[in-house]
């Protein structure tokens, strides 16, 4: 079974890379408007296409897509991607290192960045960077199952894999329609802040495209250095803080409110979410005192929906409120959002089964169930819950450590993997929002990038990969 499933995934990656270097001609021509090097762009565009075309006829396949196809194909799609996304930095004049870094920060909607003086760079590298962002949020495989009628049925595999949502299941036998839909609802959104923040806000138009595709993707990549605080703008922060909070719903929510279903409200995971952004913001502004009360409100819903946008260099902070922003980096948004960390659902999900332990404690012969929406949590999901937080705080004590060996300070190295694995971005200390990531080592950078991957894909996808029984099953 080794070859086989390398066979098909390879063909997959083909496929989607031919389509994806369709991408490139959005800032090839933005760079001929402007009179910047579109050759760099042209040249991605025919490195993409061909590498995609090769792999497609190289290893043709009939093999439909069983469960286990679909760790391997998302896990390489999304290394292929951002490894084949290097090409413009690359010809633009990074080292590999930095290109990796800026690329895979970028499709996994990290939003580190290793750029210094944004503003002085191509206006095209910057719209590629927002691009990759955009098309990670939402997630390149949920795209092309949306548009690519080969996946077929078997494109619910690797939906599960790029997606993942409790509520996914019940939306299997039209997953094509399902994924379709979220990406016009994406898109839609996407659009709306576009215009609101361009007409309304009276931001360049420019700039309102760049923060938009990037605020629905939770991505936080901006073509300012001091991100949305260079506008001061508070209209424009008013809007981009509406558009965080939608991005960190569950994108099911809104699919189901389009479909008439508004029960949103009593969904338990949705008022967690609320209910965490209140309390968060509340101490806030108990730390930082009532007139900051705008900037404790973005910064909590920027770095719990793990977007990473600054309107304060909140690094310099009171260590109260950076302990809170680096809670918050861990939790993370609704789950079936483009928002990365734990999720708010899992951790509910603890919470629950914290209490039933509890209740069984005091009353050890009754049944206690563990339920979610009214419904109960079968065991599997509770075991998989605990064996993904416990894994998660693994990972990131282990790379924190291999930070500091490499002479970054404690709050750096706890900041930087924890901003990386939930891909939030900025950090504190070193990698601050007044700061870059240019400035680490590149072994570090490599560890951040291999976090970025964990994170974007929760774990167990790519770890599936480097198991060695799973090819041979």
């Known amino acids: 079974m080794f070859y086989p499933r390398v066979k098909l995934t390879l063909h997959l990656v083909g496929s989607i890379l031919k389509f994806l270097a369709l991408v490139y001609i959005i800032p090839l021509i933005l760079a001929l408007h402007y009179g910047e090097n579109w050759q760099i762009f042209l040249y991605s ?13 190289c290893f043709k396949t009939t093999r439909e897509i069983e469960r286990a196809d679909g760790f391997s194909v998302v896990s390489f799609t999304w290394l292929l991607v951002a490894l084949i996304g290097t090409a413009p930095y690359l010809f633009w004049g990074c080292n590999f290192t930095d290109a990796l870094f800026e690329s895979m920060s970028g499709f996994t ?5 290793i750029l210094e003086n944004i503003e002085m760079h191509p206006r095209s590298i910057l719209m590629w960077r927002s691009l990759s962002q955009w098309l990670g949020g939402m997630g390149v495989i949920t795209l092309f199952i949306a548009i690519m009628p080969k996946l077929g049925v078997g494109g619910s595999q690797l939906f599960a894999q790029e997606f993942p949502s409790p509520a996914y299941e019940k939306f299997r036998p039209r997953i094509r329609t399902v994924a379709r839909s979220i990406w016009i609802i994406y898109v839609a959104l996407t659009a709306v802040e576009v215009g609101l923040l361009y007409l309304l806000a009276r931001l360049p138009f420019f700039d309102s495209v760049c923060v938009s595709l ?10 300012t250095t001091e991100s949305i ?13 509406a558009f965080m909070f939608l991005a960190g719903m569950n994108f099911i929510f809104h699919y189901r409110a389009i479909k008439g279903d508004l029960n949103v409200l009593k969904d338990e995971e949705f008022r967690l979410y609320v209910i965490l ?27 719990m929906t793990t977007t990473g946008f600054a309107t304060a260099d909140f690094g310099a902070w ?20 483009t928002s990365g960390a734990i999720k708010v659902v899992r951790l509910l999900t ?14 050890p012969k009754a049944i206690v169930v563990v339920k979610y929406n009214q419904k109960t949590l079968p065991e599997d999901i509770l075991r998989d819950t605990i064996s993904f937080l416990f894994l998660y705080l693994t990972i990131f004590i282990i790379a924190s450590i291999a930070l500091s060996f490499m002479g970054l300070n404690m709050e ?29 080592p590149s072994a570090a950078k490599i560890i951040l990038v291999i976090c970025m991957w964990l994170g974007r894909l929760e774990l167990f996808t790519v770890l599936m990969i480097f198991v060695p029984r799973f090819w041979q099953r």
């Open 318 to 337: 009171y260590s109260g409120a950076c302990m809170l922003l680096l809670t918050l980096m861990f939790i993370g948004g609704c789950g079936g959002s």
């Open 229 to 241: 605080a260079a506008y001061a703008n508070p209209t424009a922060e008013y809007v981009v803080m």
């Open 277 to 303: 952004l209140a309390v968060a913001t509340a101490l806030l502004i108990s730390l930082m005192g009532v007139s900051s009360y705008r900037e404790s409100l973005f910064q909590a819903i920027s770095i």
């Open 109 to 113: 909607t990290t939003g580190a960045t």
């Open 412 to 440: 750096t190295s706890l900041s930087a993997v924890a901003a990386s694995l939930g891909n939030v971005g900025p950090g504190l200390g070193e990698v601050g929002p007044a700061s870059s990531y240019a400035g680490l």
């Open 45 to 57: 565009l025919l490195i993409t296409l061909i590498a995609g075309i090769a792999l497609e006829l």
């Open 350 to 363: 603890l919470l629950k089964r914290c209490w039933a332990m509890m209740k069984r404690v005091i009353t």
């Open 214 to 223: 990037c605020t629905l993707s939770t991505g936080g990549f901006t073509p």
